[in-house]
């Protein structure tokens, strides 16, 4: 069995899609939620599904001692960041050396970096006038989204798109694609782009 934490900010859409995907999987089990934010609506949404969840501040994801603790406890061995909107820590990185995927709400190397999250990436694919957008999961680095590609889905925008459509079209993606990505990387199929 292949023990998975995902770390969220925010609402936690994907969080609780992945949790619903692996549900009944006899390989792979989401064991712990840990989020930055105490209110992060993902952590509702976790605990629905009797996920054990932790609340790690800023200060305690950076402390070697206290994350690794907890990631030991649970025996997790694959972690997985959606909308987790911290930097993930070089120690981390170390520890878990091609264990960390990150999803990214456009088509890296583009509209990536920091400050390029949420509807911030949205709005600025809208002002570069893209004709597509998409999702990219990829290998967490110590470069902020600047890991190895593992996979990557597109959708074609129209001109009259506003940020909010643009948004709403690669969240489709993301609900369709992503648990599905995470299953191959975990089966050992690095790379689908
Ligand atoms: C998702 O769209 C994800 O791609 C994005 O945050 C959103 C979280 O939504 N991630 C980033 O912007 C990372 N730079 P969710 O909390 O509903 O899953």
Not at 69 to 80: P, R, S, Y
Request: with cysteine; hydrophobic share 45%.
């Amino acid at each position: 069995m292949k023990h998975i934490a995902i770390f969220v900010s925010g609402n936690g859409t994907n969080c609780e899609n992945i949790i619903r995907h692996f549900a009944h999987s006899a390989t792979v089990r989401v064991s712990l939620v840990v989020s930055n934010r105490a209110d992060a609506y993902a952590l509702v949404r976790a605990k629905r599904y009797d996920i054990p969840c932790a609340v790690m501040p800023k200060a305690d994801f950076n402390n070697e001692q206290k994350l690794t603790a907890l990631l030991q406890q649970h025996d997790i061995d694959f972690i997985v960041l959606a909308g987790f909107l911290l930097m993930v820590p070089h120690f981390l990185i170390a520890r878990y050396p091609r264990a960390i995927i990150n999803i990214h709400p456009a088509l890296l190397p583009k509209f990536g970096g920091r400050g390029m999250y949420g509807h911030h990436v949205h709005e600025a694919v809208k002002a570069a006038g893209e004709h597509e957008t998409g999702m990219t999961v990829h290998w967490v680095s110590d470069e902020c989204d600047g890991g190895d590609i593992i996979a990557q889905f597109h959708t074609p925008l129209s001109p009259d798109d506003t940020p909010d459509d643009i948004a709403a079209k690669e969240h489709i993606l993301e609900q369709k694609y992503f648990p599905f990505v995470i299953e191959k990387v975990l089966e050992g199929i690095e790379e689908m782009k």
